[in-house]
């Protein structure tokens, strides 16, 4: 590949006369000189030049040389002058469109103090190949003039850094960043004729050229866009913000930068193109007294050739930065933006450029913290983060608890919409915990109810360091504190021995039963074969209606399962599990199935940060409230019942046509009821009691008192509505999501008080631990751990136990009685 070669002509000697508004040039001498220097347009300093010209021309040390040209611009009558190494890039870039530029003229003046100073004419003189010049008065090319005061102060707080740098950086002149300082002379040549060899070479037919009064230069690509669209004075919020864009305009359109010069104050950026005379250049500024950035100067159009460039091994890999902006344009304040690995060929397919999977990873997050933070910042704001959701959703209340170094340990917050409707829902509340999967850990707290229509109902939720004594009694306080302790309150949960104790001391009278499904799962674990079986038939034990059925069954359980009825005995009490010997109103709630669910959709969610996790808690809330209030709203007038408790008592009324029925007492409405079983049943429709006590426990009429109610309903204005519970209403359904939750809105649009902001909240302590992190629950007391997956002889749980798992780990966990919950 030839050395770049660039050739300038000049003349000398001559002055310049004023001819009414225009100057012109008169020569001392009838011929033009020629430079050919072996260097590219940017590597021709300032010093190089005059020193080439003063070689020339066999000046003497007497005096000082001025270089001047007439610019190539539109109605040009003044001269510029040359004094700087910005003025001589200036030059050499102006080209006509015959690919020409304007000769160079030479003046000498002995005046030492001339008031354009200049360099000593001997080359042999020592130069500050770092010096900066200003031309009075004269314009240059390559930007405008910078009038503005704040522009100027802010320049000259830039040159004032480099100053103090103790380094050479680039200079400033006019508003433009000198390229090249302080660079070492190459050899160069002097040549006055073709007789040096370049005879029939593009470089002699220059010259020739040169020699009949036009300059030659070299040759210059066709022009192309950047793509940027940039305009001069266009700002940024950041400097991020700026080199993202242009980082991805490098890639998307296939050209190479150079980052000449990158600081707090200032970003320089050429094309690597330059030394083959490639045009393209920006420099972005940071406002004085301001956080904005801002273009400086902008030359938007290349010279290279884009082939060449788009073929150059690329030296500038996709950054995470380059991934947040593709997810900020594709899921703009998403958190569930796609996996690591889809985000590489998206990526690729937007901005052209192939990332690493560890930086699509890191792109991710970054995508995340632009929406609400990072994890420290989650802390910070939490205080604020909460008085906008008070504001937003009034009637809310939250709590955060710090310690001594006011480092985070819990928060508690309840939706004002919750409150409210908890008033309308059975007084049955799920409690359950789940690890949160972020660097800080922590565990997710949850207590929930069940509607009528059996679905999920958040009450409240709290964020702790852990189950622990303290942990749980501090939740249990304040969810004491939003429903306080009501009659016939009842609890459901695991066997978690610190939730227990809790719900004790803070509900003294509350009942507390276990979840049937996870207790079955520890009791098959007592036994060594048929498992399912066991765990099966425990649970026909536990949803008894009668004693009498109870007993029966749990005869043939002990017998055929010894080792875990001696379990249980000893372990449990059996009014915390069995049905039938409850004390409380427990209704058709026997597994804390609601609270499951709410940990299951809220999966994805517990690997977010703080705030970034509520608000996905609170666009889900948000979601079913809206969802559950247009259900109700679309039932006709005439069902008075939830769907499905409607669907429940038509099935029953079928039944119940084919039972006899015996008034015993017309006063107290009570009926014997002949079974399908063959037994009879005593119902007492005035008290809601059937002998099955089907009709006491879950308050809605069963089959027998179906067909006392219907043989009471002749010549009565009486429907089986009437003897419902009224939490089944669809009256008192709609009225428990009367209310809309609201999302907290962008940190921009944050309105807090200053009491509120300057309450600070540091991130707990993080202590790494050995191995994986804990993503999985921990079994509670007495359930069965098994071997996990891929150990022992049958890679199942158990021992040695070769089974399927239908849907992997979590098809179990979230399997537990199926008929208590709807998980939407």
């Known amino acids: 590949m030839a050395s770049p070669i660039t050739i300038i002509c000049f003349d000398y000697g001559g002055s310049y006369i004023k001819d009414g508004a225009d100057i012109k040039w008169i020569s001392g001498e009838d011929q033009i000189h020629t430079l050919v220097m072996k260097k590219s347009v940017e590597e021709v300093t300032y010093s190089e030049l005059v020193e080439c010209i003063c070689r020339k021309i066999k000046a003497n040390g007497d005096g000082m040389v001025k270089i001047s040209y007439f610019p190539l611009v539109l109605y040009s009558n003044k001269p510029s ?25 030479v003046e000498i003046s002995s005046d030492m103090d001339d008031t354009y100073g200049g360099l000593p004419l001997s080359g042999d003189d020592e130069t500050d190949e770092s010096y900066v010049g200003l031309s009075d008065g004269e314009d240059t090319d390559t930007e405008e003039d910078e009038t503005d005061e704040d522009e100027s102060e802010e320049d000259e707080t830039e040159q004032d850094g480099d100053e103090q740098d103790g380094t050479n950086h680039d200079h400033e002149m006019d508003g433009m960043v000198t390229l090249y300082t302080a660079e070492q002379h190459e050899d160069f040549e002097l040549h006055e004729n073709l007789e040096h060899g370049y005879e029939g070479t593009e470089v002699g037919m220059e010259v020739e050229a ?31 913000a700026m080199q993202v864009l242009v980082q991805r305009g490098a890639h998307k359109n296939g050209f190479e930068y150079d980052t000449l010069k990158s600081d707090t104050g200032r970003f320089v950026a050429r094309c690597r193109g330059a030394k083959e005379g490639c045009k393209w250049y920006l420099r972005v500024v940071k406002l004085k007294n301001s956080d904005l950035w801002t273009v400086r100067t902008y030359v938007k159009s290349h010279t290279c050739s884009v082939v060449t460039t788009s073929t150059l091994r690329n030296g500038r890999r996709g950054t995470p930065q380059v991934v947040a902006s593709v997810l900020g344009e594709e899921y703009p304040g998403r958190y569930d933006t796609p996996r690591s690995s889809d985000l590489i060929s998206m990526v690729t397919r937007k901005v052209g450029v192939k990332v690493s999977y560890a930086t699509a990873w890191r792109g991710k997050r970054l995508a995340a913290n632009e929406v609400r933070g990072t994890p420290e910042e989650s802390f910070s704001m939490i205080h604020s983060y909460m008085h906008m959701l008070k504001l937003k959703n009034p009637d809310s209340v939250s709590y955060v608890e710090v ?183 427990r209704y058709n709630v026997d597994t804390t199935n609601a609270a499951e669910s709410i940990n299951g959709v809220l999966r994805e969610a517990r690997k977010y940060f703080m705030l970034p996790m509520i608000d996905v808690i609170i666009k889900k809330m948000a979601e079913w409230f809206n969802k559950h209030r247009k ?21 029953r009324s079928l039944e119940a046509r084919c039972l006899d029925v015996v008034e015993i007492n017309s006063f107290h409405l009570e009926y014997n009821v002949n079974g399908s079983d063959g037994k009879v049943y005593t ?142």
């Open 683 to 824: 119902v007492d429709l005035a008290r809601k009691m059937c002998s099955c006590r089907c009709f006491d426990i879950d308050k809605i009429p069963c089959v027998h008192a179906c067909a006392a109610a219907k043989f009471l309903s002749v010549g009565t204005d009486l429907h089986l509505q009437d003897f419902c519970s009224v939490y089944y209403t669809v009256e008192l359904w709609a009225l428990a999501y009367c209310r809309t939750i609201y999302p907290v809105p962008h940190q921009s649009e944050w309105v807090i008080p200053d009491e509120i902001r300057a309450l600070k909240v540091l991130p707990p302590l993080y202590v790494k631990k050995k191995g994986p992190t804990q993503k999985q629950r921990f079994p509670s007391a007495g359930e069965s751990r098994g071997r996990g997956r891929g150990r022992g002889r049958g890679m199942g749980r158990g021992r040695g136990r070769s089974r399927g798992r239908r849907g992997g780990r979590l098809y179990e966990y979230f399997e537990c009685g199926s008929t208590s919950a709807t998980a939407e």
């Open 403 to 585: 310690d001594a170094a006011k480092r985070f340990k819990y928060l508690f917050f309840a939706f004002g919409a919750s409150i409210e409707g908890f008033v309308a829902m059975r007084k049955v509340i799920i409690v359950d915990g789940t690890h949160l999967k972020h660097v800080y850990g922590g565990v997710l707290l949850v207590a929930t109810a069940q509607d009528p229509d059996r679905h999920h109902y958040p009450i409240a939720f709290g964020v702790v360091d852990g189950e622990k004594d303290e942990s749980w009694t501090w939740f249990m306080n304040k969810l004491r504190s939003v429903i306080s302790d009501v009659d016939g309150l009842v609890f459901l949960s695991d066997r978690n021995a610190s939730l227990i104790k809790s719900i004790r001391e803070v509900f003294p009278t509350a009942a507390h039963g276990y979840c049937v499904w996870h207790l079955s799962q520890n009791v098959k674990g007592h036994v060594f074969n048929n498992r399912d079986v066991c765990a099966i038939k425990f649970r026909e034990c536990a949803y008894a209606y009668t004693v009498a059925e109870f007993d029966v069954l749990y005869d043939a359980f002990s017998r055929k399962y010894p080792s875990a009825a001696e379990y249980l005995e000893k372990s449990v009490e059996v009014g915390k599990w069995a049905r039938c010997y409850f004390e409380g109103d």
């Open 210 to 240: 040169a020699r009949e009064g036009v300059e030659a230069t070299t040759v210059v690509e066709e022009e192309w866009d950047d793509g940027l669209d940039l305009v001069k004075g266009q700002e940024f919020r950041t400097k991020t």
């Open 631 to 651: 259900k109700a709203a679309q039932i006709p007038a005439t069902k008075k019942l939830v769907p499905t408790v409607e669907t429940q008592l038509s099935k």
């Open 81 to 105: 002058y040359i004094w700087s190494d910005e003025d001589v890039l200036g030059y050499l870039m102006q080209v006509n469109h015959d690919k020409c530029r304007s000769v160079l003229h």
